[in-house]
Every structure is written in C-alpha cells, then in structure tokens.
C-alpha cells in the first residue's frame, strides 16, 4: 500500500486484477478467495461503485491486521467470509460474474485442494454466463528448477482441467521474475497449455 494513496494498487501483480473488467466489462458480483492486505478489494470496491464483492480469507486475524493498518474499512458492497475457501466453494450457491484466486499456503505454492478438477468444477458452478476466473500460482523465483517445474505444472493441471470443461481460465505466472530462459520457457508452456487444453477460449498467461 502507497502511504499517500491507500487505494491505488502498490504490488505489480495485483494490478493484473483489473483485466477482470477487460474481459468482463459487465461485472457486478466478483468472488475473492484468499484476503490478505485486501488490496484489489479495497481498489474495486474504491473504482468501480457498480460491483459487489465477497471475500474469502481463512484467517480473521489477517482481516483484522487489515483493517488496523492497510485501511481496510467496512462497505455494504463488501462481504467478507471467514472461511477455507475450498469449503467455500463446496458449499455456495452463489454466481458470480468473476472469480479471483489468490491462496497460497507459503512463499511457494497454491493448496494442493485448490488446484484440482473439482475446484475448478466448482468455480465454473458459480460462474454466469460467460464468467471469467483468474488464479495465481507460483513462478519458482530465485529457488531454482525444482520449483519452477513444480509452479508450472500446477499452472498446467489448473489449465488442462479447465480444457475439458470446454471453459477459458485465466493464469497468471509473474514470469517477469526469471531469466531470459526461463521466460521463454513459460511462453512456450503457456501455448502448449493452450493447445493441449484444447479450449475454445484461450488460456491466457500474462507478464
């Protein structure tokens, strides 16, 4: 957060949050899983006065560490949930016109429960009609290949599982942080995921 703007998106990957309204210019009922600093729900809710959002963060006391020093601040339109978000998921039967996924259970990786078919199977449950979901995994970093291959595949399964839904996913891989080879590696998986998906809508791996 920006001490002379609380609003305004600090972290680069967050801002990647705002192509939710790029491929769904309609939206209105937007679900994110995982709260933390609460920063795009602190931003959306801020610039776009026509959304609704439910958050879904696992820990009350993060919540309450944000709202006692990121400006977190209570708003009709926001509803936050103490919740797994899995459990979650199982158990709405809400629709939403986006779904956000930002969940890890480290520095390191998304919970394996949040990276399997039936996730993805529920997410596409909420959906509306032509809804947008869009995950964060890992990019491996600095940790070296083991990681790497391991943040990749998770992006994989997440995107082969969303192909045989005949349903498009959005991924994103902050993949600015590798070398030059590594870059291009996670272009050339991002087409390979593409085609052996072999989905009707694209997936999309952003820098």
């Given at each position: 957060?920006?001490?002379?703007?609380?609003?305004?998106?600090a972290g680069s990957y967050t801002k990647f949050y705002k192509l939710a309204r790029y491929f769904k210019p309609s939206m209105s009922k937007v679900?994110?899983?995982?709260g933390g600093g609460y920063s795009f729900p602190k931003y959306a809710i801020n610039r776009y006065p026509d959304i609704r959002m439910d958050v879904v963060e696992i820990d009350p006391g993060i919540?309450?560490?944000?709202?006692?020093?990121?400006?977190?601040?209570?708003?009709?339109?926001?509803?936050?949930?103490?919740?797994?978000?899995?459990?979650?998921?199982n158990t709405t039967n809400e629709k939403y016109d986006v779904i956000l996924?930002?969940?890890f259970n480290s520095h390191y990786s998304i919970p394996f429960h949040l990276s399997t078919l039936e996730t993805v199977e529920r997410y596409h449950k909420l959906l509306g009609e032509d809804g947008v979901v869009r995950v964060v995994v890992g990019d491996?970093?600095?940790?070296?290949?083991?990681?790497?291959?391991?943040?990749?595949?998770?992006?994989?399964?997440l995107a082969l599982q969303a192909g045989r839904l005949e349903r498009g996913l959005l991924i994103q891989q902050p993949i600015h942080q590798l070398g030059n080879r590594c870059r291009a590696q996670a272009r050339m998986d991002a087409?390979?995921?593409?085609?052996?998906?072999?989905?009707?809508?694209?997936v999309h791996q952003f820098r």
């Open positions: 957060m920006f001490l002379d703007d609380e609003i305004e998106l679900l994110m899983l995982g919540t309450a560490l944000a709202a006692r020093f990121f400006a977190l601040r209570e708003n009709p339109r926001l509803r936050i949930i103490h919740e797994d978000a899995r459990t979650f998921l996924g930002d969940i491996g970093g600095e940790r070296g290949g083991v990681h790497r291959e391991r943040d990749r595949g998770q992006a994989r399964a087409v390979r995921i593409q085609r052996q998906a072999g989905q009707h809508q694209p």
